[in-house]
Structures are given as structure tokens and as C-alpha cells.
């Protein structure tokens, strides 16, 4: 039930962040005129790739620090800080990305005029 509970953070962060990388893209193609979509999903897979090395780095480091030990019964204190340690971090994705959501500035609005804009300028620039 606890990794249940925890994957919910996690969830919550991944699906508001795939949510929002395409309309930055057409934000970014809305504002500077270039649609840079392979830079862009090509930016962000490398920063999730050193951001998985450097968490899994981390995990190893911060397991020893809690006194993990593989294949052997727990003590009360190691459970307890395994159960922080997979309870907080996922609470404070949940937290981030209502706060992502919060402050992003796209709204439905102002989606549908930047949608429009770009076929606009699509069509001004490849008419049929």
C-alpha cells in the first residue's frame, strides 16, 4: 500500500510535465517563430538521463546512510527512514507539479490563439 501511495507523487509530476512539453514546443515555435521540437525533446531526454544517474546515485548513497543492509530483517529505525524515504520525495513531486500547473501560462485561451497563429502562419507560408 505504501509504494501505492507513493507512485501517486510520481505520476502526478511525470503526467504534468509530458503534459505540458508539447504546447511548449508550439509556444516556443508561437514566440520565436522556428518550431525547435527535436532540440527540445532532445534537451529534455538528456536532462531525464543525467537526472536517473544522478537519482540513482543518490538512492544507493542515501539507503546506506538509513543503514539498508540487502537480504537481511530491518530494524525498526532503517524501516521507518524507508518509509520516508518513499513516502517524501513522491509528496514533493505531487507538490511541484501542482505548482508547475499553477504557474504555467498557458491557459486554454491562449492555447487556441497560439494554435491558431501557427496555422495561420503555416498556411501564409506553404498556400495551397
Known amino acids: 500500500m505504501l509504494v501505492a501511495r507513493s507512485r ?6 511525470a503526467l504534468s510535465f509530458r503534459s505540458m512539453l508539447p504546447a511548449s514546443v508550439k509556444f516556443g515555435e508561437w514566440k520565436a517563430g522556428v518550431r525547435a521540437e527535436d532540440a527540445t525533446y532532445g534537451l529534455i531526454i538528456l536532462a ?3 537526472a536517473l544517474g544522478i537519482g540513482v546515485g543518490l538512492l544507493g548513497a542515501l539507503l546506506d546512510l538509513v543503514g539498508y543492509r540487502a ?5 525498526p ?6 518509509q520516508a524515504l ?3 520525495p513522491t509528496a514533493l513531486y505531487g507538490q511541484s507539479s ?3 500547473v499553477a504557474i504555467y501560462p ?4 491562449t492555447r487556441a490563439r497560439l494554435v491558431r497563429f501557427i496555422a495561420q502562419r503555416a498556411r501564409h507560408m506553404h498556400p495551397l
Open 106 to 109: 498557458l491557459d486554454a485561451r
Open 8 to 13: 501517486v507523487g510520481a505520476a502526478a509530476f
Open 71 to 75: 537480504i537481511v530483517m530491518q530494524n
Open 77 to 82: 529505525a532503517t524501516l521507518k527512514m524507508l
Open 48 to 50: 531525464q538521463i543525467v
Open 86 to 88: 518513499l513516502t517524501l
Open 98 to 100: 501542482i505548482g508547475c
